[in-house]
């Protein structure tokens, strides 16, 4: 062999090392380019977090840091602008005023027609199919629904089990096919670290149809939410033993309370950042008020408690709590969402629905 061809072999032997080095070199370039682009967008988001929460805008600040601390997955970015003392007085300085009232009974009248009343007699509900009306409500920040439910003697807490079990909560559609319900609305709270909650268990006091089914009756609860025997609307704070007292037949617990005994709850600040929201009310004349309102959206950032109230005192409540929201705010009628998820994902996993046979 000549040298020329010697020297020719060694070359094409070399070839593949170059290719394969080569390739090497646009793959580190390429994830170094993904790298440097991601470490850009963080620090403009942090730049442009910054900016909002160290701003000259009070109002702002509070509103952006209230937002994210009612969101599970983002109750941490605060936390890296401000102190937990510093957190602690915003909240303090924007929110609903807490009160120990306990809804008055007396102040429901439950109306319903007799059987041998003209349908028709009675403007409001003279278009309502099954003693139901929905209503569209809208302003600049968002849009929601209301319903209206008539017979208070019809609307329950419905659960996703005995709490026992371990089972994973059900989504909203899932419940309404296990009781066969015409309506619903998610109800209480459930642990959610995170956002990866399984809605296996609720927090605070939950009876379901006369069953006392999570909470101990010497414990008290804040925010208990639910209906007595007679089908009044109970808000306030109160222990099992006295829940069950009062004929409590069905509750859950969260908050805050919006409206006691015909007056709305005093508000500070923002009172609360602009989230997807549900909330319960009764009118005087017993009528149930569901209320859900979409957010996270461009279409619709959300409501503020505050919107609520004014929603709620459209309605005529002399009663009213705010429910759990964010992503579990749903609320279904006859099988169909009214609203949109706030979630990718669609419907969550929850304990407890509003639920109306």
């Known amino acids: 062999m000549s040298r020329s061809e010697e020297i020719e072999i060694k070359v094409k032997k070399r070839k593949p090392k170059k290719a394969s080095g080569k390739a090497g070199r646009i793959i580190f370039r390429i994830a170094l380019s993904v790298i440097t682009l991601l470490l850009l967008i963080v620090a403009g988001l942090y730049a442009t977090l910054y900016v909002v929460f160290k701003g000259p805008s009070p109002s702002t600040r509070d509103m952006a840091v209230a937002t994210m601390l009612e969101a599970s997955a983002t109750k941490w970015i605060p936390r890296l602008y401000f102190s937990e003392d510093e957190i602690k007085e915003m909240i303090r300085s924007n929110g609903v005023q807490e009160v120990d009232d306990v809804t ?7 109306k319903l027609p007799d059987p041998g009343d003209d349908p028709t007699a009675d403007d409001e509900w003279a278009d309502a199919e099954d003693g139901i009306l929905i209503k569209n ?16 003697s019809r609307v329950f807490v419905g659960v996703s089990s005995n709490f026992r079990s371990g089972a994973p909560g059900l989504k909203i559609f899932e419940a309404i096919e ?18 990866m909650g399984k809605g296996d268990v609720p927090l605070g006091l939950t009876i379901s149809e006369g069953q006392l089914l999570w909470g101990s009756e010497y414990q008290s609860f804040k925010g208990v939410i639910g209906f007595t025997e007679d089908n009044v609307l109970v808000v306030g704070n109160m222990t099992g033993k006295q829940a069950l007292e009062k004929g409590v037949r069905d509750c859950v617990c969260f908050g805050p309370l919006l409206i006691v ?35 996270r959206m461009a279409s619709s950032l959300g409501a503020s408690y505050y919107d609520l109230i004014n929603i709620m005192l459209k309605y005529g409540a002399v009663n009213a709590a705010n429910l759990d929201g964010g992503s579990s705010a749903h609320m279904y009628y006859k099988g169909e969402p009214l609203n949109v998820s706030s979630s990718l994902y669609g419907p969550r996993r929850m304990p407890t629905f509003f639920m109306v046979r």
């Open 261 to 295: 005994n015909g007056e709305p709850m005093t508000i500070s600040g923002d009172a609360g950042s602009r989230n997807p929201r549900t909330a319960i009310g009764q009118r005087a004349d017993g009528t149930v008020i569901f209320v859900v309102v979409d957010g």
């Open 137 to 152: 409500e809208k302003s600049d920040y968002y849009r929601g629904y209301v319903m209206l439910i008539r017979d208070p």
């Open 178 to 195: 296990k009781y066969n319900a015409v309506a619903a609305i998610n109800a209480g709270g459930f642990p959610d670290t995170g956002g």
């Open 104 to 110: 008055d009974p007396s102040l429901v009248e439950i």
